[in-house]
């Protein structure tokens, strides 16, 4: 799933050399996996760290632990060490960080923020507008708003015509939606 060339495990060899914790390893999740801004991490993982669900791989040298939530989100990641001027720099690509291969069985999060991003946000930019997942509470997906949309006089008919529609529609195990944006902010309303 992630693959760690050869340069990138001797260079992350010799930084956790550096370290006070000789058992220390790494551990490589996604923060805010599925959405625009998912980011990809690669952080040190001491001994005790790592979470109960977390997939230990052993390499010669060191220990990663891949983040269980964050796996169909690193499907094709690479983490390379390219040698510069500079000395070098470790990179990591992962593909689907954002918008992940997801599936029947993928949690209803993530088949959620699909949904949301890939034909919901898409249509919505065109006003300059978003929406994301703030969580699902009893099988209601809580969505807040963002640029155009926070604030707008149309923000209800987009939210049951539009987003709640499709959503419905594409996760019939949703019971409905909720909008928890702050609307009375509207200096960015594409409709006041």
């Known amino acids: 799933m ?5 340069s990138a495990q001797k260079y992350l ?5 550096k370290q006070d914790d000789k058992d220390i ?14 980011e990809t991490c690669i952080a ?6 790592e979470q109960a ?6 390499y010669e040298g060191f220990t990663a632990w891949i983040d269980d939530r964050s796996k169909p989100f690193l499907v094709d990641a690479l983490v390379d060490y ?3 001027r500079m000395g070098g720099q470790l990179t990591i690509k992962a593909p689907n960080s954002k918008v992940p291969q997801v599936s029947e069985d993928s949690p209803i999060e993530d088949r959620i923020n699909y949904v949301l991003h890939s034909q919901i946000n898409p249509g919505l930019a065109s006003h300059g507008g978003m929406v994301n997942l703030v969580e699902v509470v009893e099988e209601v997906a809580v969505l807040q708003f963002g640029g155009g949309c926070q604030g707008c006089g149309m923000v209800d008919m987009t939210l049951k015509d539009g987003v709640e529609k499709t959503l419905m529609e594409q996760l019939p195990q949703l019971k409905g939606v909720r909008d928890v944006t702050d609307h009375t902010v509207t200096e960015n309303a594409y409709f006041k």
């Open 44 to 49: 040190y993982c001491r001994p005790g760290e």
């Open 13 to 17: 060899i010799e930084l956790l050399a």
């Open 53 to 58: 669900e977390d997939e230990r791989i052993e």
């Open 25 to 38: 390893g790494i551990r490589i999740f996604i923060a805010d996996p599925g959405t625009p801004t998912a």
């Open 82 to 84: 390219a040698e510069d």
């Open 2 to 6: 992630v693959e760690i060339t050869e």
